[in-house]
């Protein structure tokens, strides 16, 4: 199965039957306040007008080709949300696990409903997503991470899959010996992952969108091949590009026009690299 769905995401949760899917991972809008937004820009030769220097002392005049923006404000931020986290816990399969990618401001709310909704023991991990990019705060220590917050709908029944966590290097290699040194070693509940790069491949230029290398880690060891992924606030189908990769299926939600063009583009790439031509 994989479909995109544009559609209020909480009337698609209402539609899907009991233990519907196997994984749901989901990166809401964190209520910063603002207006989230992504400018795409190009430069041309202009010696006359020209904004910056480039090679060999060229002038270019950097023009404005796009942008992307939604607001990130809520009145009650955690009344949207709470019907929707019940919804997703009824559609995970008994065995099903639930990932929510939010940050410091709302996420000590967040655990409080979420640890009502899928009772305590059903939470297994807090995952803190470490970067380094942006300004820095001359008031206060820069936020630098994100949340991501685990719970498994039955705690002594879940999928995690030891032997497919990808491994990482040892920060003093010479003291564990070549062999462990040539392995790595296993990621902790901190992991550090920089952002999608500016001019990278990855990037689509929607706003807040996260990298694959995270949404990758979750996807291979908290699901099988062949499982069905759920993400409800899909945003650039990030969940949807993890899937493909892995060989899973995938439900993707968004109510926004630019969001579910974004990802039928992306999507159609990812699945001609991985199927061919011919899928």
């Not at 979420?114 to 297994?124: A, K, T, W």
Request: net charge negative.
């Amino acid at each position: 199965m994989r479909r995109v769905i544009f559609a209020d995401n909480l009337d698609v949760l209402t539609s899907l039957p009991d233990g519907a899917v196997d994984l749901i991972y989901v990166d809401p809008p964190f209520n910063t306040g603002r207006t989230q937004e992504r400018r795409s820009i190009r430069t041309v030769r202009d010696d006359a007008d020209g904004d910056r220097v480039g090679f060999q002392g060229n002038r270019y005049r950097t023009v404005e080709v796009g942008s992307r923006a939604f607001s990130d404000t809520f009145d009650d931020y955690l009344s949207f949300l709470e019907p929707r986290f019940r919804e997703a816990r009824r559609v995970l399969k008994a065995n099903g696990s639930f990932f929510l990618h939010v940050d410091y401001r709302e996420v000590h709310y967040c655990k409080v409903v979420l640890d009502e909704i899928f009772g305590r023991p059903s939470f297994i991990n807090e995952i803190v997503w470490t970067y380094d990019y942006g300004a820095r705060s001359k008031s206060r220590w820069p936020a630098k991470h994100d949340n991501i917050l685990w719970y498994a709908k039955d705690p002594e029944d879940y999928t995690f899959n030891y032997e497919d966590v990808d491994r990482i290097p040892y920060m003093a290699p010479d003291l564990v010996g070549a062999d462990k040194a040539a392995r790595g070693k296993t990621p902790t509940d901190v992991w550090w992952h920089t952002i999608v790069p500016t001019n990278g491949k990855e990037k689509t230029g929607y706003p807040t969108q996260k990298p694959l290398g995270i949404v990758e880690r979750i996807v291979r060891v908290h699901s099988n091949p062949g499982d069905v992924v759920l993400d409800f606030f899909a945003g650039s189908g990030t969940t949807g590009e993890a899937a493909t990769k892995l060989g899973r299926g995938f439900i993707l939600v968004d109510n926004n026009a630019e969001a579910i063009r974004v990802m039928e583009k992306r999507l159609a790439v990812a699945s001609e690299s991985v199927w061919g031509s011919g899928c």
